[in-house]
T-cell receptor, first 114, second 109 residues
Framework: GQQLNQSPQSMFIQEGEDVSMNCTSS?????WLWYKQDPGEGPVLLIA?????ELTSNGRLTAQFGITRKDSFLNISASIPSDVGIYFC??????????????FGKGTKLSVKP | SQTIHQWPATLVQPVGSPLSLECTVE??????LYWYRQAAGRGLQLLFY??????ISSEVPQNLSASRPQDRQFILSSKKLLLSDSGFYLC????????FGPGTRLTVT
């Protein structure tokens, strides 16, 4: 089945640092979504991308839809403690005019540097 | 904007007992609805999705079933729980963008 490779699996952040994570696939996607999940809660949609090359910001978060349509990245600038959590990418394909289900990456876990 | 409710928030059930988890959606009509399971805080596995009342598609054959008796109600059920059914169950709604509920933590003992 389709898979999304999300990296890094985990990373430690220090307040004020910029953070970058990405997702790649061997398949083309029509939509890329980025979610954040806090412990014990449901994922929250951060950014949705619909066009190749699209660059979208949401506060300190910026995400881009890769021009090959096979990748996407998420950047967090000037990280703060509440950025800690698990970030998921998700891609969606069209099948003959119908929207396919979301394919999720395995997540990037952001933790605070000890 | 839509709001997704899930009930109950947590559940501890013995092996072999039945299960019923409920998801209701506000703020939208005729949404696509989804049930996911998440193990150990990572990796969402799609279990079922529905594009309309009474229309259920299963992604993974297993011990669970789903039903959609009303437009904005989605139910996940089991007749006999297994230990492997433990996990965090998430309901989602939407088409191009999926929005998630708060989840149900199920522990099968």
């Amino acid at each position: 089945g389709q898979q999304l490779n999300q990296s890094p699996q985990s990373m430690f952040i220090q307040e004020g640092e910029d953070v970058s994570m990405n997702c790649t696939s061997s398949s083309i996607f029509n939509t890329w979504l980025w979610y954040k999940q806090d412990p014990g809660e449901g994922p929250v949609l951060l950014i949705a991308l619909y066009k190749a090359g699209e660059l979208t910001s949401n506060g300190r978060l910026t995400a881009q839809f890769g021009i090959t349509r096979k990748d996407s990245f998420l950047n967090i600038s000037a990280s703060i403690p509440s950025d800690v959590g698990i970030y998921f990418c998700a891609g969606q394909r069209n099948y003959g005019g119908s929207q396919g289900n979301l394919i999720f990456g395995k997540g990037t876990k952001l933790s605070v540097k000890p | 904007s839509q709001t997704i409710h899930q009930w109950p928030a947590t559940l501890v059930q013995p092996v072999g007992s039945p299960l019923s988890l409920e998801c209701t959606v506000e703020g939208t009509s005729n949404p696509n609805l989804y049930w996911y399971r998440q193990a150990a805080g990572r990796g969402l596995q799609l279990l079922f999705y529905s594009v309309g009342i009474g229309q259920i598609s299963s992604e993974v054959p297993q011990n669970l079933s789903a039903s959609r008796p009303q437009d904005r109600q989605f139910i996940l059920s089991s007749k006999k729980l297994l230990l492997s059914d433990s996990g965090f169950y998430l309901c989602a709604a939407g088409l191009y963008e999926q929005y998630f509920g708060p989840g149900t933590r199920l522990t099968v003992t």
